[in-house]
């Protein structure tokens, strides 16, 4: 119980230290793109529904198919509003943090190789290629108002993308035999080889220069967000990695061997 | 006296390696749980409170 109480607490305290940078960076790059993008945000009216659920409304369904939104609908108008927004960003940016903290840290606990700061940025940079360099090359980080593929083929291409070069990355870093390295590979192409989903026409609403600049600040922050979240796992694992790692406690006991 | 320090040595091995094994697994899955709710979940609150935040981190959103 020691064990996953301090391996919780290293990683509560790296993803609120990441998800906090990732918040200041955020106000300052993505969320201005992000609110002049629902400027030009044109909801459609939803096609008419084929079986309509009673009582299903609003509370359950998807945004794409959510009630019309006025154009810039989502841009705060008060104070409050405003507040009320970054809030939840800042909010859901820890639990972010946390999340990823806490799978990063399992990952360096399971590997059981000695970690410090200087090592957790390098498991960082491994992190940063498998949710957000490779993700990105199939689908680019996307404005509010962008046109897009069914929400749900994109998530499942996401996480496949994710997935496996996270697999290809531990792979490359930690596997010895040829054939489990190949097999990693393969997973962390396959997705891009079968390629991610699309929409038939990409003409969004949003104009072409908001989105490449967006695609630039969504990766910086991510970067940032990483190194941070790597270097701070790093420091708190180094101890907890030390201490599981048996094979030089068993080298140590004089009478083991 | 060795084959006791052996013995110690194997059973302290062992159980260090299932409490790594349970602290990861555990960690995990409180990672995977937290992270489908702040980037993949969908009902429209979770949504729209977690929305800027997915634009931002690249998670597919709308």
Redesign the interface.
Same mark, same amino acid.
């Given at each position: 119980m020691d064990l996953i109480r301090r391996l919780f607490t290293a990683a509560l305290v790296a993803g609120v230290l990441s998800g906090t940078a990732a918040s200041v960076v955020q106000q300052a790059t993505t969320v201005p793109l992000i609110l002049e993008a629902e400027k030009y945000e044109v909801v459609t009216p939803p096609p008419a529904p084929a079986v309509a659920a009673p009582g299903a409304a609003a509370a359950g369904e998807s945004h794409q198919h959510g009630p019309v939104r006025e154009v810039g609908e989502g841009v705060p108008t008060t104070l409050d509003e405003a507040m009320q927004r970054i809030g939840l960003t800042i909010a859901s940016n820890l639990l972010t943090g946390v999340a990823y903290a806490l799978l990063l840290s399992a990952a360096m606990l399971l590997a059981g190789r000695p970690v410090d700061a200087r090592r957790g940025l390098v498991w960082g940079a491994g992190g940063f290629i498998a949710v957000s360099l490779a993700p990105s090359f199939g689908l680019a980080p996307e404005l509010p108002g962008m046109a897009g593929a069914e929400l749900e083929l994109r998530q499942l291409w996401w996480l496949s993308a994710a997935a496996g070069a996270g697999a290809g990355v531990a792979a490359l870093a930690f596997a010895r035999n040829r054939l489990v390295i190949a097999a990693a590979v393969l997973a962390a192409a396959l997705p891009h080889l079968i390629g991610a989903p699309h929409p038939e026409s990409a003409e969004g609403a949003v104009p072409p220069e908001l989105a490449a600049h967006f695609v630039t600040a969504s990766l910086g922050s991510a970067a940032l967000f990483w190194a941070i979240l790597g270097a701070a796992c790093g420091w708190l694992m180094s101890g907890l990695v030390r201490e599981t790692d048996h094979r030089p406690a068993l080298r140590a006991q004089p009478g083991a061997r | 006296?060795?084959t006791h320090?052996?013995h110690t #040595?194997a059973g302290? #091995?062992s159980r260090?390696?299932t *409490?790594?094994? !349970?602290?990861?697994?555990?960690?995990?899955l409180? @990672?995977?749980?937290?992270?489908y @709710? !702040?980037?993949?979940a *969908? /009902? *429209?609150?979770i =949504? %729209? $409170? #977690?929305? %800027? $935040?997915? =634009?931002?981190? $690249?998670? /597919?959103?709308?």
């Open positions: - | 006296m060795t320090s052996l #040595a302290s #091995a260090s390696a *409490q790594t094994a !349970v602290a990861a697994f555990a960690a995990i409180l @990672g995977s749980f937290l992270l @709710g !702040v980037g993949f *969908q /009902p *429209q609150q =949504h %729209d $409170a #977690a929305h %800027d $935040a997915r =634009h931002s981190f $690249a998670f /597919p959103c709308h």
